[in-house]
C-alpha cells in the first residue's frame, strides 16, 4: 500500500509505520503539500487543480492514482483538505477534506466534513481515510 497526503502531512503515514511489521505492506508515501508537489510528484493535472481547485474530488483521485503508480502498490490512500484554522470558505470551509481510494479496480474518492482544531481536523482525517483503507482492502 502506499499512502499520498496533504493536510495530514505525514500523520497516516507516522500511524501505519508505528506498527510492527509494517514494512511487509506499506511501500510509502509521498507528502504533497503544495500544488507544484501535486503536479510535479504525483502527476495531478495542473487543470485539474485550476478548475476544482487542490482540495477537490479530481484531485483526491488524481493524488491516489498518481502514488499508487509511483509505488506500484496494490492500494493507495490520498488526503487533501483544509486543516483551518484559515484557508476555509463558504464553498470550501475549514474541515472539508476529501479521501481518495486507488485500487487495480477502482479509483474514487470520498467527501468528509470535520470539525475542531487543525489538529483534531488532521487526526479525523488519518482516521478516516485508514477505516476506507481497511475497507478497500477487503
Given amino acids: 500500500m502506499s499512502v499520498a497526503e496533504s493536510c495530514t502531512g505525514g500523520l497516516i503515514s507516522s500511524i501505519i509505520t508505528s506498527v510492527p511489521g509494517s514494512s511487509a505492506f506499506f511501500l510509502g508515501g509521498v507528502v504533497s503539500y503544495s500544488n507544484i508537489s501535486k503536479e510535479n510528484i504525483l502527476k495531478v493535472d495542473l487543470s485539474t487543480m485550476m478548475e476544482h481547485g487542490a482540495v477537490s474530488e479530481k484531485t ?10 509511483i509505488f506500484g502498490s496494490d492500494v493507495s490512500i490520498s488526503v487533501t483538505g483544509i486543516a ?25 474518492a470520498i467527501r468528509f466534513n470535520f470539525g475542531g482544531s487543525r489538529k483534531e481536523v488532521q487526526s479525523s482525517a488519518a482516521d478516516a481515510a485508514l477505516l476506507l483503507l481497511i475497507d478497500a482492502i477487503k
Fill in 60 to 69: 483526491a483521485v488524481e493524488m491516489a492514482s498518481g502514488v499508487r503508480s
Fill in 84 to 108: 483551518g484554522p484559515g484557508g476555509g470558505t463558504d464553498a470550501k470551509p475549514v474541515g472539508l477534506v476529501w479521501i481518495g481510494i486507488s485500487t487495480k479496480e477502482t479509483t474514487y
